[in-house]
């Protein structure tokens, strides 16, 4: 079992003329988001067939499907390394931890962060220090980033809000749309998941430095006079 096997099924399961539209839904083009990120068309249920089919692969074939240029072949590797992590004994996590922070190159969109961040480094951070995750916050790389918010989705999965407040508030003035909509999410679930008086307090603090987009992504579950009340503090 290898990448190549890997690579090799998921040609089988290319759907002819989607690579074109997964590639302008993604901003693949010059100057946006993911420039130059190639797509070959194959859907998220045959993904998720290939990973079920190829998550005893090695760790080692898995780390080189990561390095490939094509989107999906990223994506299934990662997902793989997210199975073999939550079956897997200490020394396996921590071996797949550290494979996910040397290779966030690679990790390289939206969806890519969105899948795997909470299940290996919310994870793997969530009993002990986070400075991984205030470092990452920090970073010049959008992805990182982006990682550092998402991983908190394990936490407020498990009903805890403070990593999640603490990076949103680090990621306050960050210039991007795409870190403004991941805080905004995450503010969302700590209010429906956690405490609604949590994600009230913090807004109510710092709605009026907020991006716009943030905030909306942010209040998109409350009542609408709650939402007026919020936005005119912006």
């Known amino acids: 079992m290898t990448a190549l096997d890997v690579k090799t099924s998921l040609k089988k399961l290319v ?76 020394k396996l996590k921590q071996k797949i931890f550290d494979i996910y922070l040397s290779n966030t190159k690679y990790i390289n969109n939206w969806d890519l962060v969105d899948l795997t961040a909470e299940h290996i480094v919310g994870e793997q951070l969530r009993n002990g220090s986070k400075q991984t995750l205030y470092k990452l916050a920090k970073s010049k790389s959008l992805w990182e980033r982006r990682i550092s918010i998402l991983s908190t989705f394990a936490y407020i999965k498990k009903g805890e809000s403070k990593e999640t407040l603490k990076i949103a508030k680090m990621l306050l003035n960050d210039e991007h749309d795409l870190i403004h909509k991941a805080v905004g999410w995450m503010l969302r679930e700590v209010g429906k998941r956690v405490s609604d008086q949590d994600e009230l307090k913090f807004l109510e603090q710092h709605a009026d430095k907020m991006p716009r987009t943030m905030l909306r992504y942010a209040i998109e579950r409350f009542p609408q006079i709650l939402k007026k009340r919020i936005m005119a503090i912006k």
Request: net charge positive.
């Open 15 to 90: 759907v002819p003329g989607k690579a074109q539209t997964l590639q302008r839904f993604f901003k693949t083009g010059k100057g946006e988001y993911a420039e130059g990120d190639i797509f070959i068309g194959v859907m998220a249920p045959s993904m998720k067939a290939t990973v079920k089919k190829y998550s005893t692969l090695p760790i080692a074939e898995a780390v080189k499907l990561l390095h490939s240029k094509i989107h999906e072949e990223r994506m299934v590797a990662l997902l793989i390394l997210v199975a073999q992590y939550k079956k897997g004994d200490e």
